[in-house]
């Protein structure tokens, strides 16, 4: 199957900085999204974007499909922004099935 | 629009039991998704139904579980019997997906299961 890697495993940022998230992927895709797993466990759609550019307020997101990445950017940090974030793709030789990432654990202090 | 519900949200068994759990997709979404998510790992799709045709169970452990999706709507997820390592979170999605097109899949909160 397709290889979803994401880094950092762990990120810890004080509250107001700034992050950038990278998936990287094996093969072409043809869906992306990033989610928030929240700490009672919740997925959270935060993009669909199998490629270009979106922003949905300090959230943004840019996947290069040609080059198989995407990166997730969240501006201003809040500690609501703690949390789980994963990336999953999706081939279209497996249309629906979800490939994720081991995701990373984003702690915000205050 | 209601989201995707689950019941029960916890549940603790025995090995060898069995354990039963419910999905309420989106209204109107046609294909409904079951994911296990083992901690500290990304979900893992165990079956796909689109109405309630079964399009994906490569994944699923058909020895112990099983799934279905009566009248395209509602679906039920069964393990039996239970071992240690299904302890898991085991989370519903839905989409509306006609054939052919991509979608957003959404989550329900998941049921999380204690296989002792």
């Known amino acids: 199957g397709i290889q979803v890697e994401q880094s950092p495993p762990d990120l810890i940022l004080q509250e107001g900085a700034n992050s950038t998230l990278r998936c990287n992927f094996s093969?072409?895709?043809?869906?992306l999204q990033w989610f928030h797993q929240n700490p009672w466990g919740q997925l959270i759609n935060l993009f669909y974007?199998?490629?270009g550019t979106k922003q949905n307020g300090r959230l943004s997101a840019t996947t290069v499909a040609t080059e198989r990445y995407s990166l997730l950017y969240i501006s201003s940090s809040q500690t609501t922004d703690s949390g789980v974030y994963f990336c999953?793709?999706?081939?279209?030789?497996?249309?629906?099935?979800?490939?994720f990432g081991r995701g990373t654990q984003l702690t915000v202090w205050p | 629009e209601a989201g995707v519900a689950q019941s029960p949200r916890y549940k603790i068994i025995e090995k060898r039991q069995s354990v039963a759990f419910w999905c309420n997709p989106i209204?109107?979404?046609?294909?409904l998704y079951w994911y296990q998510q083992i901690l500290g790992q990304g979900p893992k799709l165990l079956i796909q139904?689109?109405?309630?045709?079964?399009?994906?169970d490569s994944q699923l452990p058909k020895d112990r579980f099983s799934a279905e999706r009566l009248k395209g709507v509602d679906s039920t997820l069964k393990i039996q019997p239970a071992k240690l390592e299904d302890s898991a979170v085991y989370l519903c999605?839905?989409?509306?997906?006609?054939?052919?097109?991509?979608?957003?899949?959404?989550f329900g909160p998941g049921t999380r299961l204690l296989v002792l």
């Open positions: 999605a839905s989409s509306r997906r006609d054939r052919g097109r991509q979608e957003t899949q959404y």
């Open positions: 093969d072409s895709v043809n869906n």
């Open positions: 974007i199998p490629s």
């Open positions: 999953a793709v999706e081939r279209g030789s497996t249309l629906g099935r979800l490939y």
């Open positions: 209204s109107g979404h046609a294909t």
């Open positions: 139904f689109q109405n309630n045709g079964v399009v994906d």
